[in-house]
């Protein structure tokens, strides 16, 4: 956490952008002024259907409680979290007990919104996500959210890291089908393994089956590694590019053109997924690198927001 400054008074709005790899958060006053920040573990909306996901929220808000409050106590929280679909509860709760706030102090939606709303004003361009996940998304100018993509691992989420992780196993594995013990001659092969941590079927198999999301997802930084040396990493990546490409072509058609950012992490990956994307656009679309910090425009929401005067406080 890196702390700013400290005010006379704690009307302060505190900010989450809850991501499958990351958690972010920032502090934020009424002026704007960013106050604090700091960074969690991947968090997902769909982790609170279970006790264990639970769990790990109340550990993982204990664990951000603390240099939170030591900045400053917010009035309000603005939380963007990936595969939030509607509903407040547990999530309210779970953001704002360790907080001390009321459950009504705690605004919600998803991630990508609050990420459209770092890159673009109301009707301005398109948002490209790709991280752990994958997206594209439009607030038009009646504030309304649009969406493309973002199924999740298991319908879709093609061009993301968990996309590009599972892609490349089983591209090793039906290679090692058709030809047992042909690995060490593949670069994409030897990285995987290694971040796998060994190179039989067992395992592939603990890793995948252990894993969550996220960490699978990280499996595409061994992709990217092999790339320079290994023209079947290289081209899984271009696939991936072509299918981002897919999620931001549907916006233009659908609603004209307009910028495009492109922000996550598979962006920082490879260029080669960028240049197929790119590539993939209709021509004469602008498009733009966004370094998000979404985290901050949900902090200075948080702190704009009409409860921020005092109300939310829990007893």
């Known amino acids: ?79 963007g979290i990936t595969g939030y679909g509607g509903g407040r509860e547990p999530l309210a709760a779970l953001i704002g007990t360790p907080l001390g706030l009321a459950a009504d102090a705690i605004t919600l939606c998803s991630d990508v919104e609050i990420g459209c709303l770092d890159a673009f004003g109301p009707g301005e361009g398109y948002l490209l996500h790709a991280g752990t996940g994958a997206i594209a998304a439009y607030i038009d100018a009646q504030g309304q959210l649009h969406r493309v993509g973002g199924r999740g691992s298991i ?27 042909a690995w060490p001659q593949s670069a994409l092969a030897r990285e995987v393994f290694e971040h796998v941590g060994g190179t039989h079927w067992d395992d592939s198999r603990a890793f995948v089956y252990g894993a969550d999301r996220g960490e699978i997802g990280k499996l595409a930084l061994a992709v990217a590694a092999a790339a320079a040396t290994d023209p079947v990493a290289l081209q899984l990546l271009q ?38 994307c790119r590539a993939g656009l209709p021509r004469g679309v602008a498009v733009q690198r966004r370094h998000s910090q979404a985290q901050r425009t949900a902090a200075r929401l948080a702190a704009r927001a009409p409860a921020a005067a005092g109300a939310g406080v829990a007893s």
């Open 155 to 181: 319908v879709d989420d093609a061009g993301s890291g968990y996309w590009i992780a599972r892609r490349a196993l089983r591209t090793i594995w039906r290679r090692e089908d058709e030809a047992p013990g």
């Open 239 to 276: 696939q991936a590019g072509h299918e981002l490409a897919r999620l931001a072509h549907i916006l233009v058609q659908r609603f004209g053109p307009r910028p495009v950012a492109l922000a996550g992490r598979v962006f920082d990956l490879h260029p080669a997924i960028e240049q197929a």
């Open 1 to 79: 956490m890196a702390a700013s400054s400290r005010q006379s008074r704690s009307a302060w709005g505190l900010g989450i952008d809850a991501g499958g790899t990351r958690t972010r958060w920032a502090l934020a006053s009424t002026s704007g002024e960013l106050v604090a920040e700091g960074s969690l573990p991947g968090l997902s909306a769909l982790q609170v259907t279970t006790r264990a996901g639970q769990q790990a929220w109340r550990e993982a808000l204990g664990a951000m409680a603390g240099p939170v409050l030591a900045a400053g106590r917010p009035l309000r929280v603005h939380a």
